[in-house]
């Protein structure tokens, strides 16, 4: 199977958003290629250098949310 090594494809690697016949391949080139090597290892230390982003909404949004759910049923129409 031959493969177009792009940026992208790397990105989907490194995410786990591969085939496992795609990961086997760019694995064996990995071994075999020093370039792809060298973008490979900037890539996984500019995702790990990037910020872990937790977003937590405010109390009173949540109650919102709660207090809609608790008045809706779940045979009730929502239009």
């Known amino acids: 199977m031959k493969i177009n090594f792009t940026e992208d494809l790397l990105v989907k690697y490194i995410y786990g958003e591969v085939s496992i016949a795609e ?3 760019i694995e064996e080139n990995l071994d075999n290629n020093w370039e ?3 973008l490979h ?7 790990q250098e990037l910020p872990k982003v937790q977003f937590s909404p405010r109390e009173s949004v949540i109650e919102d949310i709660l207090k809609y759910s608790s008045e ?3 045979l009730e129409p929502h239009f």
């Open 36 to 38: 792809l090597q060298e």
């Open 23 to 25: 990961k086997h391949l």
């Open 72 to 74: 809706q049923t779940a």
């Open 41 to 47: 290892e900037a890539m996984t230390k500019s995702r």
